[in-house]
């Protein structure tokens, strides 16, 4: 990991969060874990996913709180999940694999999606899905402009076998009805509220240590967490 956990560093990156879509920041964190500086905007979805697990366990711990509604009583339900129940088998390809698939009488070949994919579409147009799906299209034998959404629909279907660790779905049990649905993960949002609960903690220390003793953003995070802790209980004592 050549990215250090320290608390400046998780202010620099809750900062650089803060501004673009959450697609670009997916990437943004990604590439924190990334063992070399190059760019993971190529990287297939299962393999981005691997890095962001890795960031979490790092700077947070292997064990991931999600909270979910049942969809079949409303009941709310507190998970917690182990990052490597969510790791891709294999631990995510570094190269985005093709495959070919005969769809409707055409032959279409396409490859794994990656983050640039992602980045690339606006989730709010209507038609974000199917602008999302074409970008896998590498060639379509006989050609044609305008690939029809059933043919679209059934590179989906084989996407999921051409990259499994793409999504991150957890089988939940509802306690009280005994309803089981598959619930998708999202775990660039996950790190990012646990970044954002992190930095916004430490802030109030600043802000808290800045009102009793006059001391600076600076003066606040050179003393230890402990000594901290023991200032910030004297203001208010
Ligand atoms: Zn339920």
């Known amino acids: 990991m050549p990215w250090q956990l320290t608390e400046s560093n998780v202010l620099h990156l809750w900062e650089s969060g803060l501004a673009g879509p959450s697609a670009a920041r ?35 711990g292997p064990a991931l709180p999600c909270t979910a509604d049942c969809p079949g009583c409303g009941e709310s339900l507190d998970v917690t999940v182990a990052s490597d129940e969510l790791l891709p088998a294999g631990g995510g390809t570094a190269v985005a694999a093709t495959a070919t698939v005969v769809s409707y009488g055409r ?11 992602v980045r690339a579409v606006d989730p709010a147009s209507p038609r974000a899905r199917q602008a ?9 034998d006989p050609p044609t402009d305008e690939l029809p959404d059933e043919v679209l629909e059934d590179v989906a279907r084989h996407l999921a076998d ?30 990012w509220t646990d970044v954002c609960g992190y930095a916004h903690r430490l802030l109030h220390d600043v802000h808290a240590l800045a009102r009793a003793f006059g001391w600076t953003e600076a003066d606040v995070l050179a003393i230890s967490p402990a000594r901290r802790r023991f200032y910030l209980e004297a203001s208010t004592g």
């Open 26 to 60: 997916s990437l943004r964190l990604a590439s924190m874990a990334a063992p070399s500086p190059r760019s993971v905007a190529d990287l297939p979805l299962s393999a981005l996913n691997s890095l962001l697990l890795e960031l979490r366990r790092h700077a947070f």
């Open 132 to 140: 999302l799906l074409r970008r896998s299209v590498l060639s379509v």
């Open 162 to 191: 051409l990259d499994p660790g793409a999504d991150s779905v957890l089988t939940l049990v509802c306690p009280q009805c005994e309803h089981r649905w598959d619930a998708a993960l999202d775990l660039a949002e996950h790190l």
């Open 107 to 117: 032959t279409v070949t396409y490859r794994a999606l990656t983050g640039r994919d």
